[in-house]
């Protein structure tokens, strides 16, 4: 059974307009809660490619913007709102990420392959800096979870939960790794791409 229609739509504009389903949002605003949520460790989003990104999003016709005056001091704001099309597209590209998300290559997996050819020493020394990076995102993401003033929202919950496990098995990964390259240093010698 199909759930959605296949879209072609960016993470960036996604992420936009999911924002903007929650509610109006001028795109000062925008920022503010990408940086709020520290959005930009998890998706495509940078600052300058707001305005952009919200401008292609109202050509669609998926956004309309409307001056607004301020509220209190300041100058008037184009605030967006969402429009019926954009709302359909919302849903459809959100399922869509839900069924077929986009695969991502890290360039992770090009070290990996080239690892046999890398002088032992630096190679297990380059991934013992990828573990304890890996390890300090996953305890500032678990710190970050408990101070989370939504932490009990059920889908918020679902979010955190699954970047804490993909976190915590690439950790796991990662160990092992570093004790078959202890255990097997020379190994890493015997695989010279030139052989």
Do not use: C
Request: hydrophobic share 35%.
């Amino acid at each position: 059974m199909r759930i959605f229609m296949e879209t072609e739509i960016s993470n960036a504009e996604l992420a936009l307009l999911s924002l903007i389903v929650e509610q109006p949002r001028h795109a000062y605003e925008i920022e503010q809660v990408i940086e709020e949520r520290n959005m930009r460790s998890w998706t495509e989003i940078g600052f300058s490619s707001i305005y952009r990104v919200l401008s292609k999003l109202e050509q669609a016709g998926w956004l309309s913007g409307k001056m607004e005056p301020p509220k209190g001091r300041g100058p008037a704001r184009k605030v967006y709102h969402l429009t019926p099309a954009g709302k359909k597209m919302w849903q459809q590209a959100s399922l869509q990420t839900l069924a077929k998300p986009k695969r991502e290559y890290s360039s992770f997996l090009l070290g990996l392959d080239n690892l046999g050819a890398l002088p032992p020493k630096r190679a297990q020394q380059a991934i013992q800096t990828y573990l304890k990076d890996q390890q300090a995102t996953h305890k500032f993401l678990s710190q970050a979870v408990e101070e989370h003033p939504m932490r009990e929202n059920f889908y918020i919950g679902i979010f955190f939960d699954y970047l804490l496990h993909q976190l915590a098995a690439e950790i796991k990964w990662l160990k092992k790794l570093n004790e078959r390259l202890e255990k097997q240093p020379k190994a890493l010698d015997h695989k010279r791409r030139s052989e």
